[in-house]
Nanobody, 124 residues
Framework: QVQLVESGGGSVQAGGSLRLSCAAS????????MGWFYQAPGKEREGVAL????????YYTASMRGRFTISRDNAKNTLYLDMNSLKPEDTAMYYC?????????????????WGRGTQVTVSS
């Protein structure tokens, strides 16, 4: 059974850091495009970053490119998101997503595997 399980969320003060993890089971992450998305209360789910099967990374906004880093450890079958200089507006549920493909699409609907999310709360 293919499954994605996020962890690492929590409550931090503005300016702090967190590392989110997404453990994959039932498949090999190296053959998948994987990504991180976030959803604040009452808002649509939006993209944070993507990483393709070759390890090439892409970010949805310049702000996230400068503060967040997506990476993957194929040996551990795990995806990561290092979040630095966190802001209160980063408060959201963060989701891991995947699709078996050598390339990535930025379209949220393109992904067909999703985790249940991990909550990140940033206080001012």
């Amino acid at each position: 059974q293919v499954q994605l399980v996020e962890s690492g969320g929590g409550s931090v003060q503005a300016g702090g850091s967190l590392r989110l993890s997404c453990a994959a089971s039932g498949y090999t992450v190296s053959t998948y495009c994987m990504g991180w998305f976030y959803q604040a209360p009452g808002k649509e789910r939006e993209g944070v970053a993507l990483i393709d099967s070759a390890g090439g990374a892409g970010y949805y906004t310049a702000s996230m490119r400068g503060r967040f880093t997506i990476s993957r450890d194929n040996a551990k079958n795990t995806l990561y998101l290092d979040m630095n200089s966190l802001k209160p507006e980063d408060t959201a549920m963060y989701y891991c997503a995947a699709k078996r493909s050598s390339y990535c699409s930025y379209a949220r609907s393109w992904f067909d595997l999703w985790g249940r999310g991990t909550q990140v709360t940033v206080s001012s």
